[in-house]
C-alpha cells in the first residue's frame, strides 16, 4: 500500500490531487503539505506545515507518516518566476534537489511536474519531439529542465525512482493557478459566466498546449503506477490533451454563451513568455510507454468546464450577499 505526500497540495494541481489519491489510496494514506494552511473550516484530515526548501522538514515528515512516495508539486510558476528569480530558483530548485535528497535517503519514489517551459525559442515548435533541443529563456525554464536533469541524475547514480511529465497549461474550476502564462485559458471560463466578456493578456494567434484537470489527473498518477520495465524515459514526459488560441478558446465558448466578447491588452513578459514555448507537443512517447490517452479536446472540456462553474460561482455570489447582509 502506497503512503504519499504531496507538497504544494493546496495549490491548483494539489487541490485536486489530493482528494483523487485519497480516493484510490485512502485517507490516511495521504498527508497533504504546504506552507499554507488549509482554510478554516476545510474538512482536510491530514495535513502538515512543510517547506520544500526544509530538507529536515521533509525529512521528519516522511519518516513521521512512514511515507513512500512523495509527489512535489511545489512550485512558483512561469510569470510570477519571472518577477523574483530568485525566489524562484530556491523554491524550484531547492525544492527538488531536497525532496530528491531525502527520497535517496528514505527509498521514496517521487513525482515531479516539469512543464512546456522546459523548451525554448530553439525547440521545434510544432509536434515537439520527447527529445529535442531545451534552451529556455525564462528562469522557470531553466528551473524545469535543471529538476528534469536532477531526477535522471538521481535515477542513475542512486536508484531513486523519480518519474514525472511536462504539463501543458491545466485548466480546472476547482482551484485558480497562480501567475502561469497560461493563466489565461482560465480566467476566460470565469469572466465568461461572471460578465459576459474577457481582457485577454495574450495576443489573440497565440498557441498553446493545455489540459482539462481530470486529465493532469490521470497523467500524474498513471505515470506512477506504470510497471518499471514498460519505462523507457521514466522522467519529464511530453503529454498533452490539445491546443488552441485565445481566439479558438473565445469561439468555443461562444457556443454556450452567444453574447460572450474577448478583448485584448497583450502583457509583454508573459507574451514573450508564450512565444518560446511549443505550438504542440508529440506526446507518443507516454502513448507508448504507459497508455497516455486524454479523455478531453477543447469542446467537451469547455462543456464540462462551465457546466461545473457556474453553480460554484453562484454559490460563492449567495455566501457573498449573506455576509455582505450580515456584516451590514
Ligand atoms: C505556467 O503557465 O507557468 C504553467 C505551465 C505551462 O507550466 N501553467
Request: glycine share 8%.
Amino acid at each position: 500500500m502506497k503512503k504519499i505526500l504531496v507538497t504544494g497540495a493546496l495549490g491548483q494541481i494539489g487541490s485536486e490531487l489530493v482528494p483523487a489519491l485519497r480516493e484510490r489510496y485512502g485517507d490516511d494514506n495521504v498527508v497533504s503539505s504546504d506552507v499554507r494552511m488549509p482554510a478554516r473550516g476545510s474538512d482536510e484530515p491530514l495535513f502538515e506545515y512543510v517547506d520544500c526548501t526544509n530538507l529536515q522538514q521533509i525529512a521528519d515528515t516522511v519518516a513521521r507518516h512512514e511515507v513512500d512516495t512523495i509527489y512535489h508539486l511545489a512550485a512558483l510558476l512561469s510569470a510570477v518566476a519571472e518577477e523574483r528569480p530568485r525566489m524562484a530558483w530556491e523554491i524550484n530548485m531547492g525544492g527538488v534537489y531536497k525532496v530528491l535528497e531525502v527520497a535517496r535517503q528514505t527509498g521514496c519514489a517521487v513525482f515531479t511536474p516539469s512543464s512546456i517551459g522546459a523548451f525554448g525559442p530553439g525547440t521545434p515548435k510544432e509536434r515537439t519531439p520527447q527529445t529535442t533541443v531545451q534552451r529556455p529563456t525564462t528562469m522557470y525554464g531553466v528551473t524545469k529542465v535543471a529538476g528534469e536533469l536532477l531526477c535522471d541524475y538521481y535515477h542513475e547514480r542512486f536508484g531513486v525512482d523519480a518519474r514525472g511529465v511536462r504539463f501543458p497549461g491545466i485548466i480546472s474550476y476547482v482551484a485558480p493557478p497562480g501567475g502561469g502564462t497560461t493563466d489565461y485559458a482560465v480566467e476566460i471560463y470565469y469572466e465568461a459566466l461572471k460578465n459576459g466578456r474577457y481582457t485577454c493578456f495574450l495576443r489573440p494567434d497565440s498557441r498553446l498546449d493545455m489540459m482539462y484537470m481530470p486529465d493532469a489527473l490521470h497523467a500524474a498518477i498513471g505515470v506512477m503506477e506504470v510497471s518499471e520495465e514498460r519505462l523507457r524515459h521514466r522522467n519529464a514526459f511530453n503529454v498533452t490533451a490539445m491546443n488552441f488560441t485565445p481566439v479558438e478558446l473565445a469561439a468555443e465558448i461562444r457556443r454556450h454563451i452567444p453574447g460572450f466578447t474577448i478583448d485584448y491588452q497583450v502583457d509583454p513578459i508573459r507574451q514573450a513568455i508564450a512565444d518560446s514555448w511549443p505550438d504542440s507537443l508529440d506526446d507518443s512517447a507516454a502513448r507508448d510507454e504507459w497508455d497516455w490517452n486524454p479523455e478531453f479536446d477543447l469542446a467537451s472540456m469547455t462543456a464540462d468546464m462551465l457546466e461545473k462553474l457556474a453553480p460554484r460561482l453562484a454559490r460563492d455570489e449567495t455566501t457573498r450577499d449573506e455576509t455582505t447582509d450580515t456584516d451590514g
